[in-house]
T-cell receptor, first 115, second 115 residues
Framework: AQSVTQPDIHITVSEGASLELRCNYS??????LFWYVQSPGQGLQLLLK??????LVQGIKGFEAEFKRSQSSFNLRKPSVHWSDAAEYFC?????????????FGGGTRVLVKP | EAQVTQNPRYLITVTGKKLTVTCSQN?????MSWYRQDPGLGLRQIYY???????DKGDVPEGYKVSRKEKRNFPLILESPSPNQTSLYFC??????????????FGPGTRLLVL
């Protein structure tokens, strides 16, 4: 069964500093990978996705993620964090037309931004 | 504007009182699903539907029902709500099953409290 682990429940970062959120997955084949962001009181917004090709993926809001097959990881990065980046971030593994075709989500990482 | 809508956004109810949360998408997507979000657990799929009149259980279907009579609508029904169904619920849709069509679009969420 597929699974996703986000080892960091909370991360606090200073505004302007760099940010890296970790995501490790377990999956039987090359997965589809996603990062979503949930701002307080809001729904989920897709930041970026990886299906195939270039393993460094650019997303919205200045985020990028790198797929590393050897490490089963898909870490999210941003070079300089803004106060508006305070939110909860979810990594998700997508299906390859398997039963349920569901996204499997990690538990989330809550990011706090210090002034 | 392409979107997934849910109603109500907030709901307080009592144990055993049947309720329905509606979900509608205007993107002509074939695939729709319901998730619940609980702290530390990320999002878990409740039910999904691959097309009209085609529905199936996700990871946590107990206590829920769904129907898909029209392509755009996918209501979630709690016949006899219990306090352990207090959660944040998300409806999602996506175009289809292959490649880029795997990207899911989420509604704004429905926060349910069962007393």
């Amino acid at each position: 069964a597929q699974s996703v682990t986000q080892p960091d429940i909370h991360i606090t970062v200073s505004e302007g500093a760099s940010l890296e959120l970790r995501c490790n997955y377990s999956y039987g084949a090359t997965p589809y990978l996603f990062w979503y962001v949930q701002s307080p009181g809001q729904g989920l917004q897709l930041l970026l996705k990886y299906f195939s090709g270039d393993t460094l993926v650019q997303g919205i809001k200045g985020f990028e993620a790198e797929f590393k097959r050897s490490q089963s990881s898909f870490n999210l990065r941003k070079p300089s964090v803004h106060w508006s980046d305070a939110a909860e971030y979810f990594c998700a593994v997508g299906p390859l037309r398997t039963a349920g075709n569901k996204l499997t989500f990690g538990g989330g990482t809550r990011v706090l931004v210090k002034p | 504007e392409a979107q997934v809508t849910q109603n109500p956004r907030y709901l307080i109810t009592v144990t055993g009182k049947k309720l329905t949360v509606t979900c509608s998408q205007n993107m002509n997507h074939e695939y729709m699903s319901w998730y619940r979000q609980d702290p530390g657990l990320g999002l878990r799929q409740i039910y999904y539907s691959m097309n009209v009149e085609v529905t199936d259980k996700g990871d946590v279907p107990e206590g829920y029902k769904v129907s898909r009579k029209e392509k755009r609508n996918f209501p979630l029904i709690l016949e006899s709500p219990s306090p352990n169904q207090t959660s944040l619920y998300f409806c999602a849709s996506r175009p289809g099953l292959a490649g880029e069509q795997e990207t899911q679009y989420f509604g704004p969420g429905t926060r349910l409290l069962v007393l």
